[in-house]
């Protein structure tokens, strides 16, 4: 209300209480005269200059500027925003009028003046994600995504994780990415939330080998140190129980860079023959005890040649029946000699064979029995 209407309204008032006081001493004795006399003698004059003073005042407060806003007093109304920008704002915690620059007038929820995200932000995501929205869904809490929201394209930002799970295949490999990161971009699960204690309770901190959750079976060896027989203790009581040139290295001298390598026998070793095949050195030699030779029977003879060369040569232009039968059917292990009795009921009657204990003393040579 104006300071004309205030007049106006006390000139109204002033009316009403004259016709008031006329018929009231209508009913004075002695006649109005004499009651207007007495009553207007006793009272003191009005004094209005008061109360124009005060409009005045007011009037002016009211023109002022209000000034400028603190984040705290921003914050005193706009408690949910205040608290996200606190816990959740990232890099968006700075003041309030960076991004709402006219005072109280940008309403996020209207969408009346929101600055666009163009205005600080370049394409950080490429051309492949430009609605910033559909992700960021909160401006006060940026790094708050939900992982349903994204659905199929956590490879449009995130190339080098996607190739790693294909390139190194795990059972991770066939899972999606809101299996472990769920509810939340930039979550990261504890591993205990899918697996127990594969390996027992000497190795419990994963990531300890397991350095990238992408590439999980890509172990690097040097991270592994001396820890190898924590979880191959088979392989550690082999090297120690049966000692061989092997039992004098490291695990890493074999197994190099990468866990789970198995090297080529020829890194270090020559060939028995020419063209030998990796399996068919791990068949006579179990690499962590390379000296407990023993042989399967269908294992290549041309193993046998490279040592025994004489015997191996004998052997393969005999006419007798042995040169039909792999070394392997009768020296089952390196130095073991078969008995003829092995494959070979006895042929002769008990007194022959009791004068002559030895079958060789008859047949001379097992590689190249004499024939006819």
């Known amino acids: 209300m104006n300071r004309s209407n205030i007049l106006i309204n006390l000139s109204h008032a002033s009316v009403v209480v004259v016709l008031l006081v006329v018929i009231l001493l209508s009913f004075y004795p002695g006649g109005c005269a004499t009651a207007s006399a007495e009553i207007l003698s006793s009272l003191a004059p009005v004094n209005t200059s008061g109360v124009k003073d005060d409009l005045h005042e007011k009037a002016e407060l009211q023109a002022a500027e209000p000034p400028p806003k ?81 659905g199929e394209s956590c490879s449009d930002c995130h190339q080098d994780q996607a190739d790693q799970l294909r390139k190194m295949p795990s059972a991770h490999t066939e899972m999606g990415c809101g299996d472990c990161h769920q509810e939340q971009h930039g979550r990261v699960p504890s591993c205990t939330e899918c697996h127990d204690a594969p390996h027992g309770d000497k190795q419990v901190a994963c990531s300890n080998c397991h350095e990238n959750a992408h590439a999980p079976l890509t172990i690097s060896t040097q991270k592994l140190g001396e820890s190898c027989s924590d979880c191959h203790q088979d392989q550690a009581d082999q090297l120690r129980k049966m000692p061989s040139a092997h039992t004098e290295m490291g695990c890493g001298d074999c197994h190099q860079e990468q866990h789970g390598r198995v090297p080529s026998c020829s890194e270090c070793h020559e060939s028995h023959f020419p063209g030998q095949v990796q399996a068919s050195c791990m068949e006579c030699h179990p690499p962590h005890q390379p000296l407990s030779i023993s042989f399967a029977a269908d294992a290549d003879a041309m193993t046998c040649a490279d040592c025994h060369v004489e015997v191996f040569v004998k052997w393969s232009k005999t006419a007798s029946r042995h040169g039909k039968v792999n070394c392997m059917v009768c020296h089952s292990s390196h130095g073991s000699i078969a008995a003829c009795t092995d494959c070979h009921r006895p042929p002769h009657d008990p007194e022959l064979i009791a004068k002559f204990k030895s079958c060789l003393g008859c047949h001379l040579d097992a590689h190249n029995l004499p024939s006819g």
């Open 70 to 150: 603190t984040i705290a007093e921003c914050g005193s109304c706009h408690e949910r925003e205040y608290e996200n920008l606190q816990e959740f704002g990232g890099a968006h915690q700075f003041v309030c009028w960076e991004c709402h620059q006219i005072y109280h007038a940008e309403v996020p929820e209207s969408g009346e003046i929101m600055p666009l995200c163009t205005e600080c932000h370049d394409a950080p995501h490429g051309d492949k994600q430009v609605a910033c929205s559909n992700c960021h869904e909160n401006a006060h809490t940026p790094l708050t995504i939900s992982t349903q929201k994204l």
